[in-house]
């Protein structure tokens, strides 16, 4: 996904690429933000992000899913 979005910016002006970088960065902080209000609001301090993501992701290893396809998804170059 990151590198065909490479790909697409690439194509782009620089002050297009510019106004899309922020809006990403925008949107990231929102998020972040977000997440942040509804972890503090059930008080649960120690989940992050990055806690979530791994969940996901093992629970997509243990549901059977292809380990290259996972691999892909998380980014790594080799699977564990």
């Not at 065909?4 to 910016?9: C, Q």
């Not at 297009?16 to 649960?44: G, H, N, P, W």
Request: hydrophobic share 45%.
């Amino acid at each position: 996904e990151g590198l065909r979005m490479g790909f697409v910016i690439g194509f782009l002006s620089e002050t297009i690429r510019a106004e899309y970088e922020l809006v990403i960065l925008m949107i990231s902080t929102i998020c972040d933000r977000l997440f942040k209000m509804m972890i503090y609001k059930v008080q649960l301090s120690v989940i992050t992000p990055h806690v979530c993501w791994h969940t996901y992701c093992t629970n997509m290893a243990k549901s059977g899913m292809n380990p290259k396809a996972l691999q892909y998804l998380m980014g790594h170059s080799g699977s564990a």
